[in-house]
């Protein structure tokens, strides 16, 4: 789930709030499309290509995770046409009414996207409305080989004190939890409050063994070797491999979070026929191919996986694991109002210890 943070690849917010009010619902005839992505989530190379091959201006906004993106979207101050969340935050758009159906005889490309991420997209897309698979990757455990002595394959290694201020942790009540809940044997979803206690009782033994609560920055902690572990997406470890060779990867034994990004369409889109235009631009094999190489987080479009020629990482368990392979996997489920109180309200108490 991503991801690196924001960099603006083109216009600043403010334009886009200016060019906003310009759209036509009847169709994107003013010739643009409002995009609002991760940070450096795709190649801008892309955005020129799309530009010149379609006459389409595109807006470019980004954010930095998805619970900063929803209440500017909920808001509807900005008038996006096209946003990239996670698995989670789209079933909660779809059950507050923020999307509109995507009508695929405008997205002839969808037949690149594997079915077996169509079918992953179900879980919280159930009947494949209003999101297309963009990116996908597990989180694991990231470590510096010439800085921890022992075999990894569990998240309690996080927990051992040899390795105090040495050990990274996700800045994010969902991810952080989630380290906690598998390390405890409970689902990553639970609303169970005993369980959830068990987890936020563990996060704060573990707090003081903690070097920092970071995003984007794991990545370049552990690239410089300032960290021994961290937890760390799949995407962000196989570029902190490229430069770094100490560094490896593991999917822990007790189970982690299998996420999927995906594209979808607000429902006050403005363009909402370029919207569509642009999806399918990105569901072509070669533009997704350059997206992959670009960012390093997997694609979910079988046609792109066809066409990389790095067999090394054609084939990284990394990049596209037999998940098969593992046990207690799960994608992120939107838990409610109340859900998403009960893990920030527990989030805070773990902070402010």
């Known amino acids: 789930m991503k991801k690196r943070i924001c960099f603006m690849l083109a216009l600043t917010a403010a334009l886009c709030l200016i060019l906003s009010g310009c759209g036509n619902s009847g169709g994107g005839s003013n010739g643009e499309v409002i995009v609002y992505n991760w940070g450096e989530y795709l190649d801008p190379e892309v955005l020129t290509m799309f530009e010149e091959e379609t006459g389409i201006k595109v807006v470019y906004d980004e954010f930095e995770t998805n619970e900063v993106m ?10 996006y046409d096209v946003i990239c969340p996670s698995d989670y935050m789209i079933q909660k758009m779809i059950e507050n009414d923020l999307l509109a159906e995507i009508n695929f005889d405008n997205i002839p490309n969808i037949k690149n996207i594997g079915e077996q991420y169509m079918e992953q997209s179900r879980e919280f897309d159930p009947e494949n409305k209003y999101s297309v698979p963009y990116c996908f990757g597990t989180v694991g455990i ?3 080989e010439t800085m921890v002595d022992e075999p990894i394959d569990s998240w309690a290694i996080l927990w051992d004190e040899k390795y105090a201020d040495d ?33 936020k009782n563990a996060l704060i033994q573990q707090k003081p063994l903690v070097q920092a609560y970071v ?60 919207a569509e235009k642009f999806i399918n631009f990105m569901c072509r094999e070669d533009i997704a191919l350059m997206n992959f190489e670009y960012i390093t987080y997997s694609t979910p479009n079988t046609a792109a996986q066809a066409l990389i020629e790095d067999e090394e990482i054609k084939n990284s368990p ?11 996997l799960e994608t992120f489920q939107y838990l409610g109002s109340e859900g998403d109180e009960l893990y920030n309200n527990l989030w805070k108490e773990v902070k402010s210890e």
């Open 70 to 79: 929803y209440p500017k979207v909920e808001a509807g101050a900005t008038a």
């Open 142 to 144: 990231l470590y510096n």
């Open 167 to 199: 050990i990274l942790m996700q800045d994010s009540v969902r991810d952080a939890f989630m380290v906690a809940l598998k390390l405890n044997g409970y689902s990553m979803n639970t609303l169970n409050e005993a369980e959830l206690e068990v987890a």
């Open 215 to 274: 995003i984007d920055q794991v990545r370049d902690k552990m690239i410089g070797n300032e960290a021994a572990i961290g937890v760390i997406y799949s995407g962000e470890a196989i570029y902190t491999q490229r430069e770094n060779e100490n560094l490896k990867y593991v999917i822990p034994k007790e189970g982690t979070n299998v996420w999927i990004d995906s594209w979808v369409i607000p429902k006050n889109a403005p363009n909402k026929e370029n």
């Open 318 to 328: 990394i990049a596209f694991p037999d998940l098969s392979q593992y046990e207690n």
